[in-house]
């Protein structure tokens, strides 16, 4: 019961404390790229010219939200996967350690 109580109360926290930083304030939320891309303009005098440009440029914003979620959860199943697999191998291999070794200890002597 403890646990819980500290659980729920580490989450009222944080959404306490997103909800005020939502409240307050302009906030722009953007990506990584667009950061990288302003701080080489302003490094290079906005000289610089990418090497290469992109093989597909989607149509709007939502659609590159959607891509960017659908590869997140095609990669978070993959590893789920591999995760579970190896725990799942982990536990057999223990369970056959225990038997085998249990098997040991209860088997009578040969005469």
Known sequence: MKLELIVLAVIVVFVAAFAYVSSTG????????GQAENTISQLTGGTYQPWFQSIYTP???E???LLFALQASIGSIIIGYFL???RAMAKMKAAKAADESEGKTNARPAR
């Open 59 to 61: 149509p709007s914003g």
């Open 63 to 65: 659609i590159e939200s």
């Open 26 to 33: 302009n906030h722009e939320w953007s990506g990584a790229d």
């Open 84 to 86: 579970g697999y190896y």
